[in-house]
Structure formats: structure tokens, C-alpha cells
């Protein structure tokens, strides 16, 4: 099983991908798209789950998605036929780093996405090229809540803390004016979500050869997560302007 299907068994629970609850969501969103009748890109979007909320609550919103897995794209897809969206949204199969468009955006969104462009401030840049003036940007990235063991910068790449992370933010020539900081709960909450779906799917499927792979890698997830970063590593989440258009 490789690890776009092991992915897609963690995070059927918790298709947000992020640790993030409904609420805090919903309220992403709202200072996201303050209009209701934005043009929205999610660069990395997966199964759209970000872009399905969206699209779901205004009914005037048009929504595009970028990203590499062609099993997610279709789960889109599906999802916003079913929801009655889909010809609201737009889908893309490519690297989101090489994606182009005719017209610029009123929200970018990478929500746990940064790796794909190497790291914070390269997202940031691919954002910028795709935002309509007075736009916003809905980026989500980890940072050190305390100070890491190098295990877990091993295991979760360079982070900052908090302060250090907002302050490249300002630098780079954004200002936030809209931030959520996961809490312990929704943090815990997704960790427990991703490996206990893993772990249910394995002890569902004892027949499958791939089942004890699959259980012994919730397995060690789990262990990582608790003995590794659960009280180092934090999430936050952030609506950016740019400070000078």
C-alpha cells in the first residue's frame, strides 16, 4: 500500500487533513470569503474538503483545486456532484507549484500544504502570483510550541515558534488579520482520528495482505505522535492581506 492510500485510510475520519474542528473551519472561512461570492484556489486541495465547505454555504462562490492525486480529484468531484456544486468548481490535476490561470483568485488557500512548495514562505510566493488585489490568503502551517528534540525536527522539518513564524510572515509583506491557533483538543483530536481510522481499517481487513503493514504503521504513527511531538509541535492557521497591493 503506498502512502497516498495510507493517507487516504488516516483521514477518513477527519477529511479536513488539518487539526482543525468544524467550528474552527467554518470560521476560517467566514473571514476567508467575508462576501460570499469570492473566486476561491486551494493550491493542494486533495479531496476538496476545504473548497466543498465553501462552495456549499455561498451559493454564489466559484471555487478551482489543484492537486497531483488523481484518486482525490475524482473524490471531489463525486463529493460536489452529490452536493449539487459541481459545476461551481473547477479541478486540476498537476503540481500545484506549475499551475496557471487566466484570472487571479479573491482567496488562496494551503492549508498543511507547504511542503509541497518548500516550506512557508515559498507557498506564500506561489499565493502571491495567483491574488486578485485586496485578496486574501488562508494558509495553515505547524510550528514549535516549546523547544524540539531533534527527533522530531527529523520527523516534522525546520519549524519556528510561534512569534518567529508570524513575524517571516509580516516580513515577507503580509499582515495577518485573522489567525486561529489549534487547541490542545483539536490537535489530540486529529491524531487520534488518523491513526485510529488506520488501525480500524487494518483490524477490519485481516484478510487483506496489506492489513498488517497498515496496523503496525498506525502503530508506530501513534507512538511517534505521543512519545515524539504531542507536547511540542502546534498548528496555526492564518487570513492574510497584503500589506502593500
Same mark, same amino acid.
Given at each position: !500500500?503506498?502512502? /497516498? $492510500?495510507?493517507?487516504?485510510?488516516?483521514?477518513?475520519?477527519?477529511?479536513?487533513? #488539518?487539526?482543525?474542528?468544524?467550528?474552527?473551519? &467554518?470560521?476560517?472561512?467566514?473571514?476567508?470569503?467575508? &462576501?460570499?461570492?469570492?473566486?476561491?484556489?486551494?493550491?493542494?486541495?486533495?479531496?476538496?474538503?476545504?473548497?466543498?465547505?465553501?462552495?456549499?454555504?455561498?451559493?454564489?462562490?466559484?471555487?478551482?483545486?489543484?492537486?497531483?492525486?488523481?484518486?482525490?480529484?475524482? $473524490?471531489?468531484?463525486?463529493?460536489?456532484?452529490?452536493?449539487?456544486?459541481?459545476? &461551481?468548481?473547477?479541478?486540476?490535476? $498537476? /503540481?500545484?507549484?506549475?499551475?496557471?490561470?487566466?484570472?487571479?483568485?479573491?482567496?488562496?488557500? #494551503?492549508?498543511? %500544504? @507547504?511542503?509541497?512548495?518548500?516550506?512557508?514562505?515559498? @507557498?506564500?510566493?506561489? %499565493?502571491?502570483?495567483?491574488?486578485?488585489?485586496?485578496?486574501?490568503?488562508?494558509?495553515?502551517?505547524?510550528?514549535?510550541?516549546?523547544?524540539?528534540?531533534?527527533?522530531?525536527? /527529523? !520527523?516534522?522539518?525546520?519549524? @519556528?515558534?510561534?512569534?518567529?513564524?508570524?513575524?517571516?510572515?509580516? %516580513?515577507?509583506?503580509?499582515?495577518?488579520?485573522?489567525?486561529?491557533?489549534?487547541?490542545?483538543?483539536?490537535?489530540?483530536?486529529?491524531?487520534?482520528?488518523?491513526?485510529?481510522?488506520?488501525?480500524?481499517?487494518?483490524?477490519?481487513?485481516?484478510?487483506?495482505?496489506?492489513? #498488517?503493514?497498515?496496523?503496525?504503521?498506525? %502503530?508506530?504513527?501513534?507512538?511517534?505522535?505521543?512519545?515524539?511531538?504531542?507536547? !511540542?509541535?502546534?498548528?496555526? #492557521?492564518?487570513?492574510? &492581506?497584503? @500589506?502593500?497591493?
Amino acid at each position: !500500500m503506498n502512502r /497516498e $492510500q495510507i493517507s487516504g485510510l488516516a483521514h477518513a475520519d477527519h477529511p479536513i487533513k #488539518s487539526p482543525l474542528d468544524d467550528d474552527s473551519v &467554518r470560521q476560517l472561512l467566514e473571514r476567508g470569503v467575508p &462576501r460570499g461570492d469570492e473566486r476561491v484556489l486551494d493550491l493542494g486541495c486533495g479531496g476538496g474538503e476545504w473548497l466543498l465547505r465553501a462552495l456549499r454555504t455561498h451559493p454564489h462562490l466559484l471555487a478551482e483545486g489543484v492537486d497531483t492525486s488523481e484518486h482525490a480529484l475524482r $473524490q471531489a468531484s463525486e463529493a460536489a456532484s452529490r452536493l449539487g456544486v459541481r459545476t &461551481r468548481l473547477a479541478l486540476h490535476h $498537476q /503540481e500545484a507549484a506549475d499551475f496557471r490561470s487566466t484570472h487571479s483568485f479573491d482567496l488562496v488557500l #494551503s492549508v498543511g %500544504a @507547504t511542503h509541497a512548495f518548500g516550506g512557508l514562505l515559498p @507557498t506564500l510566493a506561489a %499565493a502571491r502570483k495567483h491574488l486578485a488585489p485586496g485578496g486574501r490568503v488562508l494558509i495553515g502551517e505547524g510550528f514549535w510550541e516549546r523547544e524540539p528534540s531533534p527527533e522530531a525536527v /527529523e !520527523m516534522l522539518g525546520d519549524l @519556528t515558534d510561534l512569534a518567529t513564524t508570524v513575524d517571516r510572515v509580516v %516580513a515577507d509583506g503580509w499582515t495577518p488579520v485573522h489567525g486561529h491557533i489549534s487547541t490542545r483538543r483539536e490537535l489530540d483530536d486529529y491524531e487520534w482520528a488518523c491513526w485510529g481510522a488506520l488501525a480500524s481499517w487494518a483490524l477490519d481487513h485481516p484478510a487483506d495482505p496489506d492489513s #498488517s503493514h497498515v496496523l503496525e504503521t498506525a %502503530a508506530n504513527r501513534r507512538t511517534e505522535w505521543l512519545r515524539v511531538y504531542r507536547d !511540542m509541535w502546534g498548528f496555526v #492557521s492564518l487570513v492574510l &492581506r497584503r @500589506t502593500s497591493d
